[in-house]
Each structure stands twice: as structure tokens, then as C-alpha cells.
């Protein structure tokens, strides 16, 4: 009887020693959250939101890239508009294809509200991924209101187009040595704006004096933009595109390097 409430004993403190694990880690779990206020498109045949969302398993989707960043151990989530409590409860947040009036009867543009808690957020140590769009299909005017205070600005124009299934058209080789594309010999972009770079941005992919991939520093934060959608579902893995091409290694690369960048801003 003795050991017995010896081992009665032990036992809650065994269950809080659990808890307090469980609890440290899912505070340390970091949080991405992927914007569907600024991109908020309906499927014409269900009226159901899609394009570049978690939750969108088709093509058309970021279901996949969602997948990485749950394998490496972030939360995802769905946000809405960007409000200082919305923000308080992330770490990546990242914004992609904003609107047009093509694409939405009522789009919700970049207002300076918004404009200011993003501003605000990224300084004090978020980390803020942008992938735009090529013209005329992504809504630079507030989209760039935003980004001058990180010293880029997204050009209104189209490079990498792509006839078909001629792959090659959009194909990049020429990397410098940077994370993003370690271990990377080609990836594909199709149809993609450059960045005029200001201030401290800095190019990671540039093509024929353009730049396509840039990032910065901010305050304790960090800002990572492409003028396009780039690795949502249809072109991370080889459902379409030739094996050569190594999309997914490079989406793995962006998603480790967004996630080092909310650790080392700890």
C-alpha cells in the first residue's frame, strides 16, 4: 500500500510536468497566417472562396505549400482583415494577388489603416511574405503603398510569359548564394512583375538587370516579395511541370527560411 501511494503521489505531479511541455511548445508553435481579406475570390460554379488559400486542394490552391509549413512544424490559419489583435496573433503573414476589379465586384484594397498596423507589425518583429502578380492581373496601386515602406515596389508588367506547355520559357538557373535556393538548380515562374528595389532591399533572383525576388529587413522585422503566386499547387510538384524543375525543394527553402526569420526575431 505504501508504494502504491508513493506512485499516487508522483502522478500529478507527472501530469503537470506534461502539461507545462505541452504548453511551452504550442506556444513556441509558430503561427502563418494567409491572407483572404485583400484576395478574395469566389469560385463562379460554387461560390466558395478559392485561389491561393489553404484550404483550396485544387490546382488553384495553396493546400500543398500549407503542408510544408505544417511538416515543419507552423500552425496555419486563414486571416481576414489585417487589425493589430489579428496581427498580435501571428508571425508570418502573407499576402498574395491582391484584388482587381476583374477579379472582385467589391475588392477590399490596401487602405492606410491597414497600411499602418502592417507597418507597425513587421518593425516589432513579424515576418511579411508578398507574392503579387503579373499585370493586369494583381492590384499594385495600395499593394505598393504598402510595400515603398520596405523599399519595393511591384512594376505594372509581365516578363517570363509562357506559350502552352513550353516550360523552358519560364524557367530560372542563375542563382546567387542565398537560402532560398540552396541545394536549387531551376524553378519556374510564369508571368511574373519585377521590383523596383529602394533604400535596403535587397535582390535574391535577378534576370536581365530585373529584379523578381527581393527581401529586406525592417526594425526587428522581415519582408520577402515575388511578383507572383509562384508555388501554389499547380506548379510546386510535377503534376505539370517537367522533373528537371525544383519548385517544391524551393518552396521548402522559402518556408524554413520565413519560419528562421520569426526565431531569430524572438
Given amino acids: ?34 491572407d483572404n481579406w485583400f484576395n478574395r475570390e469566389k469560385n463562379t460554379k460554387t461560390g466558395q472562396p478559392y485561389h491561393y488559400l489553404w484550404t483550396d486542394t485544387e490546382w488553384s490552391g495553396y493546400s500543398r505549400w500549407g503542408e510544408i509549413f505544417s511538416t515543419k ?30 477579379e472582385s465586384k467589391s475588392p477590399n484594397y490596401l487602405m492606410a489603416d491597414d ?5 507597425k507589425w513587421v518593425k516589432k518583429g513579424g515576418v511579411l511574405a508578398v507574392l503579387a502578380n503579373d499585370a493586369p492581373n494583381c492590384e499594385f496601386t495600395h499593394l505598393n503603398r504598402l510595400m515603398k515602406n520596405f523599399g519595393m515596389i511591384f512594376n505594372h508588367v509581365t516578363l517570363h510569359p509562357v506559350t502552352g506547355t513550353e516550360f523552358e520559357m519560364g524557367a530560372s538557373t542563375k542563382f546567387t548564394d542565398h537560402p ?53 499547387n499547380e506548379y510546386i510538384d510535377h503534376d505539370r511541370l517537367p522533373t528537371s524543375f525544383e519548385n517544391r525543394k524551393a ?14 526575431n524572438e
Fill in 1 to 34: 500500500m505504501k508504494i502504491l501511494n508513493k506512485h499516487l503521489c508522483q502522478f500529478p505531479i507527472i501530469m503537470i510536468l506534461f502539461l507545462i511541455f505541452i504548453t511551452q511548445n504550442l506556444l513556441s508553435q509558430p503561427v502563418v497566417g494567409l
Fill in 73 to 102: 512544424g507552423a500552425k496555419i490559419t486563414t486571416v481576414g482583415k489585417p487589425s493589430t489583435p489579428v496581427l498580435k496573433a501571428i508571425d508570418v503573414y502573407i499576402i498574395v494577388d491582391p484584388d482587381t476589379t476583374t
Fill in 115 to 119: 497600411i499602418k498596423a502592417i507597418k
Fill in 180 to 232: 532560398l535556393f540552396d541545394g536549387v538548380l531551376k524553378i519556374y515562374i510564369k508571368e511574373v512583375s519585377n521590383i523596383s528595389l529602394m533604400g535596403n532591399a535587397k535582390a535574391i533572383l535577378t534576370e536581365n538587370g530585373k529584379v523578381l525576388i527581393a527581401e529586406n529587413t525592417f526594425g526587428k522585422g522581415y519582408v520577402f516579395a515575388i511578383g507572383d503566386p509562384w508555388i501554389y
Fill in 251 to 264: 518552396a521548402e527553402n522559402l518556408t524554413g527560411l520565413l519560419l528562421k526569420k520569426v526565431t531569430n
